[in-house]
């Protein structure tokens, strides 16, 4: 996963999914998706040179477990994933996933609770997502240390709306953001 100031789109609202196949990113995240349409989807997606995440804690009709996890590999295609659950991210590793842990800083208790399961896990994720994305600028270098991972990227994500807030996000040395803002893809 190489991420170089990209804005994810977050296709949260199908009307836009047309709009988040001509974006510039090489990614697409669908938050939404359930098992009934994730597969056509990723079949436009791919047509399209879209890589496809999904997130393992949001996607309907699905169970985060092993058999799961192949499942989405090799009959949806899913190229990586997101989720605050290291066993479902360690199961998609495993299968040459790229894999995001995601983080809600909620307070200093559970930045200190996310830093310790990166430090005590044996999965190398590819990519922190830190929510929500004003606060993960506050306190970056603080993140980025707590994080200390080599080659780990970093995505800020949750309320970003705005073309200002984008600028703030990668000037503080973010490498991506995820947003369903549809302006900013």
Not at 1 to 12: A, E, F, G
Not at 41 to 62: N, S, T, W, Y
Not at 82 to 97: D, H, P, Q, V, W
């Amino acid at each position: 996963m190489n991420l170089n100031n990209t804005i994810i789109p977050s296709v949260r609202n199908y009307k836009y999914f047309e709009h988040a196949l001509k974006s510039r990113s090489e990614y697409i995240l669908l938050p939404d998706a359930d098992i009934g349409n994730l597969q056509s989807m990723i079949g436009k997606c791919h047509k399209a040179e879209k890589k496809v995440l999904v997130h393992l804690e949001l996607l309907g009709g699905f169970k985060p477990d092993q058999a799961g996890i192949t499942v989405l590999k090799n009959f949806y295609k899913v190229d990586g994933v997101i989720s605050s659950n290291f066993t479902a991210l360690r199961y998609a590793k495993k299968e040459g996933l790229d894999t995001i842990f995601r983080v809600l800083l909620m307070d200093s208790r559970s930045l200190e609770q996310a830093s310790n399961m990166v430090k005590n896990n044996s999965v190398d994720v590819d990519a922190i997502e830190l929510l929500p994305a004003e606060y993960a600028c506050t306190c970056f270098d603080l993140l980025k240390r707590s994080f200390n991972q080599a080659n780990t990227q970093f995505i800020a994500g949750g309320f970003v709306k705005r073309k200002y807030q984008v600028e703030k996000i990668f000037y503080t040395g973010f490498n991506g953001i995820t947003t369903s803002e549809h302006t900013l893809w």
